[in-house]
């Protein structure tokens, strides 16, 4: 059946979008005390084309599960996402965005915001980190979240009737560099700014490896950039994933069986949710 739902599938969005690409991300079984069982799924939030990332085995977990677990349960919702974005990102009085960065770097930054087709004034009352954030995204090219995974597992999930709840949510994960020390804020600008020129390259170099399900890519990709800072590091990935960690460890201890979906990075190396819940006594197989 699945098989035929992705030829259809393809055929569909060969009719109105770009043409999907076949992928084979990677995929753990979590098995825990009593034989209770959850699934770990590396997605990515945002691909340049759409990807045919269902497999037997992805469907064979879906049909197992009864609740799925994403970072962010209201996609589709962006005026919410757009009203906390605002109430967290604006603060009169700040100082020119050139002064928040080095010097070396704003030049690269004039040139952001001009493929952009953005102004320094626009800028007067934005945080540092929400410039960071706005920056990034008028960077991202060809990506486009429409084709992000976890969108997809949510209106699967949505169609079987299987529960979605959310790790963080939209605000949560806002606040994470609404606190950050303005410090952090600016090392986190001038990250966005100095990957800015090689990001198509990167996206399709990260793309290639979820498809591909090459997490000791990955695993490198999570020391470059804005996670290659020891304190943005702790924040926005070492202590999320402790705490999603627990998170799934007291949904399997209510008996829940959570197929948990979110991004690939979160599940790579020693400090991923495979390693760390393995540390916890489970044991953790990866099946795709």
């Not at 699945?2 to 770009?18: I, Q």
């Not at 005026?79 to 990102?89: G, T």
């Not at 992000?148 to 699967?156: E, L, Q, S, T, Y």
């Not at 959310?166 to 001038?190: K, N």
Request: negative net charge; glycine residues 8%; charged residues 25%.
């Amino acid at each position: 059946m699945w098989r035929l739902a992705t030829l259809l599938l393809a055929l569909a969005l060969a009719a109105c979008g770009p043409r999907p690409e076949p992928a084979n991300p990677a995929f753990w079984e979590v098995e825990g005390p009593a034989g209770r069982k959850a699934w770990l799924f590396g997605t990515i939030h945002s691909l340049a084309r759409p990807a045919l990332w269902r497999s037997a085995v992805i469907d064979g977990a879906l049909d197992q599960a009864d609740l799925v677990v994403v970072e962010v349960a209201d996609l589709d919702d962006d005026e919410a996402m757009s009203q906390a974005f605002a109430s967290l990102s604006q603060s009169p009085g700040q100082p020119p965005l050139a002064a928040r960065v080095d010097p070396g770097l704003r030049g690269k930054l004039a040139k952001l915001m001009r493929e952009g087709g953005m102004k320094e004034d626009q800028f007067a009352a934005t945080e540092t980190w929400a410039a960071a954030l706005t920056l990034a995204r008028a960077g991202s090219g060809e990506l486009n979240s429409a084709y992000g995974i976890d969108r997809a597992v949510i209106d699967d999930a949505r169609d079987r009737e299987l529960k979605v709840i959310e790790l963080e949510g939209a605000g949560s994960q806002l606040a994470l560099f609404d606190t950050l020390p303005e410090q952090e804020q600016r090392d986190l600008l001038e990250s966005v700014i100095a990957d800015s020129t090689s990001l198509d390259t990167e996206s399709g170099s990260l793309a290639e490896a979820w498809r591909t399900g090459d997490m000791q890519l990955i695993e490198r990709e999570t020391y470059r950039g804005m996670l290659a800072d020891p304190e943005l590091r702790a924040v926005l990935f070492t202590l999320r994933n402790a705490n999603w960690a627990e998170r799934i460890i007291g949904l399997m201890a209510e008996g829940a069986r959570p197929f948990v979906a979110v991004g690939a990075a979160h599940m790579a190396g020693p400090e991923g949710l495979p390693a760390l819940l393995e540390a916890k006594g489970y044991t953790v197989r990866r099946i795709q």
